[in-house]
Each structure stands twice: as structure tokens, then as C-alpha cells.
């Protein structure tokens, strides 16, 4: 009969493989005709002077056995070792965490699915513009204190190449490269050296737009923006222009849409005057339409320029920009499902 130290061993090396060989080896050591009955049993053959260790001996191994038989068996039923014996497949899935699209990227869309549905195109140009497609082809001469409207960002000490400070660069590019008519808006982000704050920061986002045909006049401005305004925010909004100045607009305006929060009665929103400003608009500069090779005597055209967070924050009663660009999970999760 083989040594207790050398049961021992071999209890310490038992590594079953599955349910099947822990069973056996219960039955082995543990069950009523088993290896440790055994043992026991044949206590009263020993010698009295070795009895004592003979039965401490046997006693480690039973504790040992013992030990590994429940460590085993949970270690099984925990389905580690033999997932395919585990597996429930009528349980329910673990849910995914479903994510959502940022507040700005939601009115983005919307705007682009608005003017899709009249036909207008979407165009991209390049954050890092030159002065010509920023400022001069628009109208800003160089040294005109209309330049500090639009607090610059340049790159690198070269006064040519800057952040774009609006997207009217990129219908520069437009109207460079097409011929009329031209029915665009070009969304993107764009930069202004300004200090942040709960209504400025120093990139935002802008979708700005821009038609040029034969015939177009102030009045399809009016009713574009009209149109716009009531598919943005409600068919009961109301729109008004105030006259105002662009270096590429003549005649330029402000467009105020009725206050989305009291309907017009006065609220903090509006600071009691029942409008809130969203927009600039007004008819291209025939000199800008020049500067882009596309003949005045023919065309004329119609621009206007929104910020993406200024909407955002009237059409979800958000009341700091900085939100937008924080990143805060809790506040993008409030998005979700919404389009
Ligand atoms: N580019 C102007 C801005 O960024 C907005 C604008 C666009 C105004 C088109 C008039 C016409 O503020």
C-alpha cells in the first residue's frame, strides 16, 4: 500500500478536467468504501508507539482531500474551467450601454436635413484658412477695424494663414469652383480669440449658407429664413430683421427669431423683449461675387451664418456654452434617443 505522504501528492497534483473525474475522485477518497475509511480503518494494524502519528497523518490527508474536493467543485460550478457545462442560454444578455450624439452634432444635422429639403448642398473647406478666403475676397480690406470684429487666431506669426474665424471662407471656395446657381450651406467648427466665458468661447461651431441665381432678391432671403425658422423651433415662430453691417452683405441684417422660452411675453432668456438674435444675413456684396469670378450684372445672391451652440442652447434651455465643449458624460446621455 502506498505511503500516506505519497497519497499526499497525488491529492495535491488531482486535476480533474471536468465534473465527471471530480465525482470519481470523491468516490475514491471520501465515499463509505473509500480510501480514507480505509485508513482509518486500519488504524487498530498499527503499532501503538506509531498510532498517534499514523493518525495525524491520516487526518491531514482527509482535511487535505476535503479542501480540494469543495475548492474543485466550486471552482466547476462557477463554470471557469468548463463553460460549455455552465452556459444558461435562456438567460437575458447583458445590455450594451447605448451611446448618444453631442447636443452640437444634433442640430447640426437638423439644419443640414432643413436645407436638404430645398435643395441645398453641404461643403466643407479647411479650419486653417489664408486671408484671402477669410477676410480679403470678403470684403474685409486690410487694416479695416472690421477685422476686429472677428478676433483672429493666426498660425505661426505668418499674418496669411489663420484659424478661420466663420465658414463664409469655405463659400469663397464655392463660388470659386462652381458656377451658379449655387445653393450651399457649409457647416463647421471655427475659432475667435476670445475669452471663455458662459456666452463666448474660443471655437464654436457655425452652419452658414449661401444661394446665388438670377432674380434672387432680399425677399427669398426673408422667406428662406422664415422657413428655417419655423422647421427649427415651431410653426408658431415668428422671425423679424434688423438692418446691420458685414464687409460681404449690402444690405446686411440680424435676423431675431420670437423668444422660444415665453413665446414673445418676455423672459431672462430674451431679457424681456420677447426676441432672441440667432443669425446674420443679407444679399453677397456684388464685389464679393467679383472677387469669385462670378459676373454682378447677372447673379446676385443671398448669405446668412448661424452658431450651431446658440441654437443648441435655445432649443434644449442649455444657458452655458461651456457645456457644449466639457464633455461631461452625464450631460451627453440626456441626448441620447433625441434627433
Ligand atoms: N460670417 C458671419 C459671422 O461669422 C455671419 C454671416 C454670414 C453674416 C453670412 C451675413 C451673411 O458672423
Not at 482535511?63 to 480540494?68: D, G
Not at 447605448?98 to 466643407?124: Q, T
Not at 472677428?150 to 465658414?167: G, N, S, W, Y
Not at 450684372?297 to 434644449?316: C, N, P, Q, V
Amino acid at each position: 500500500m502506498a505511503s500516506i505522504s505519497d497519497w499526499i501528492k497525488k491529492v495535491q497534483e488531482f486535476n480533474p478536467s471536468n465534473l465527471q473525474e471530480l465525482e470519481e475522485f470523491r468516490l475514491q477518497y471520501l465515499s463509505k468504501k473509500g480510501l480514507m475509511t480505509e485508513l482509518f480503518a486500519a488504524m487498530k494494524t498499527i503499532e501503538p508507539a506509531q498510532r498517534k502519528s499514523y493518525g495525524q497523518e491520516v487526518n491531514q490527508l482527509k482535511q487535505l482531500v476535503e479542501s480540494r474536493y469543495s475548492e474543485l467543485k466550486l471552482k466547476f460550478e462557477d463554470g471557469a474551467d468548463s463553460a460549455s457545462n455552465k452556459v444558461d442560454i435562456s438567460l437575458n444578455g447583458e445590455s450594451m450601454p447605448l451611446g448618444s450624439h453631442h447636443p452640437i452634432s444634433i442640430v447640426r444635422n437638423r439644419i443640414i436635413e432643413i436645407f436638404s429639403r430645398i435643395g441645398y448642398s453641404v461643403s466643407e473647406g479647411p479650419e486653417i484658412e489664408d486671408d484671402w478666403h477669410n477676410f480679403s475676397a470678403l470684403n474685409f480690406p486690410p487694416e479695416h477695424p472690421a477685422r476686429d470684429m472677428q478676433d483672429t487666431f493666426f498660425v505661426e506669426k505668418d499674418p496669411d494663414i489663420a484659424l478661420r474665424t466663420h465658414t463664409s471662407s469655405v463659400q469663397v471656395r464655392v463660388m470659386e469652383n462652381s458656377k451658379p446657381p449655387i445653393r450651399t450651406i457649409s457647416p463647421g467648427r471655427v475659432y475667435r480669440n476670445e475669452a471663455i466665458s458662459a456666452r463666448a468661447h474660443c471655437f464654436f461651431h457655425q452652419v452658414e449658407g449661401l444661394l446665388i441665381d438670377t432674380n434672387v432678391s432680399f425677399a427669398d432671403l426673408k422667406q428662406t429664413l422664415l422657413f428655417f425658422a419655423k422647421e427649427m423651433f415651431g410653426a408658431e415662430t415668428k422671425i423679424r430683421l434688423r438692418p446691420s453691417y458685414f464687409p460681404f452683405t449690402e444690405p446686411s441684417a440680424e435676423m431675431d427669431i420670437s423668444c422660444t422660452i415665453c413665446g414673445g411675453k418676455g423672459c431672462n432668456v430674451c431679457k424681456y423683449s420677447g426676441w432672441v438674435e440667432i443669425m446674420g444675413c443679407g444679399m453677397v456684396d456684388p464685389q464679393v461675387l467679383e472677387n469669385c469670378k462670378i459676373d454682378s450684372d447677372i447673379y446676385t445672391g443671398f448669405a446668412f451664418g448661424m452658431g450651431i451652440e446658440r441654437i443648441a442652447m435655445l432649443k434644449y434651455t442649455v444657458n452655458d456654452l461651456r457645456h457644449f465643449s466639457e464633455n461631461d458624460v452625464r450631460l451627453l446621455k440626456q441626448y441620447s434617443g433625441l434627433s
